[in-house]
């Protein structure tokens, strides 16, 4: 079973930055992306940032120019960095990793992370 372990996060001012990682217990098969989700309390988490295994990203509308996602495939970990962090950035983050492997698709998730920007 894969554990995907997150670090980072914590209370900053608006305008800061903070760097999130997630590191993966071991390699996971079949992998194609890796993730960071938000959500905030009400809603569904929401896609912030992805990165393939071949680096093909994407992000959200609202953090484009902001936050940067890359991945090390040695070490099995990704990382969001958020610079010119807004208040309504605030919220939990979650990574994630899937797996596609000999006819099985499994969504692993991180333990979530809080994330809170003060105005």
């Known amino acids: 079973q894969v554990q995907l372990v997150q670090s980072g996060g914590g209370l900053v001012q608006a305008g800061g930055s903070l760097r999130l990682s997630c590191a993966a217990s071991r390699s996971i098969l079949g992998n194609r992306a890796m993730a960071w989700y938000r959500q905030t309390p009400g809603n569904l988490r929401e896609l912030v940032a992805s990165?393939?295994?071949?680096?093909?990203?994407d992000f959200a509308e609202s953090v484009k120019g902001r936050f940067t996602i890359s991945r090390d495939n040695v070490k099995n970990t990704v990382y969001l960095q958020m610079n010119s962090l807004k208040p309504e950035d605030t919220g939990v983050y979650y990574c994630?990793?899937?797996?596609?492997?000999?006819?099985?698709?499994?969504?692993?998730w991180g333990q979530g992370t809080q994330v809170t920007v003060s105005s």
């Open positions: 994630n990793a899937d797996s596609s492997y000999r006819g099985s698709y499994v969504l692993y």
């Open positions: 990165v393939t295994v071949d680096g093909n990203i």
